[in-house]
């Protein structure tokens, strides 16, 4: 089993930063791949940013050149790196890690982000 608990999140003005972090106990979360995700009300939750057990990453055109995903496998987390905010990139985020070899695929509780215009 795996626990992913989600912090950082909060409210935070057009243009400011935040940083998200995904930290995993359990289980070695290097051996996931890790996503994070958003939902935003009335809609349908979608990956933001995912980085594969070996570091390769991929985001959506909405967060490209803004948003970063990075982990540090010694402290078993995920980070999330994201700049320029904007109104539209609030919601609440998740994190999930899947490992298809293991049969895993977990998610946490979220971490509502918030962005005032």
């Known amino acids: 089993q795996v626990q992913l608990v989600e912090s950082g999140g909060g409210l935070v003005q057009a243009g400011g930063s935040l940083r998200l972090s995904c930290t995993a106990s359990?289980?070695?979360?290097?051996?996931?791949?890790v996503g994070w995700y958003r939902q935003a009300p009335g809609k349908q939750r979608e990956l933001v940013a995912g980085i594969s057990s070996g570091g390769s990453t991929n985001y959506a055109d909405s967060v490209k050149g803004r948003f970063t995903i990075s982990r540090d496998n010694a402290k078993n987390t995920v980070y999330l790196q994201m700049k320029s905010l904007k109104p539209e990139d609030t919601a609440v985020y998740y994190c999930n890690a899947e490992s298809r070899a293991l049969r895993d695929n977990y998610w946490g509780q979220g971490t509502q982000v918030t962005v005032s215009s």
């Open positions: 359990g289980r070695l979360l290097s051996l996931y791949a």
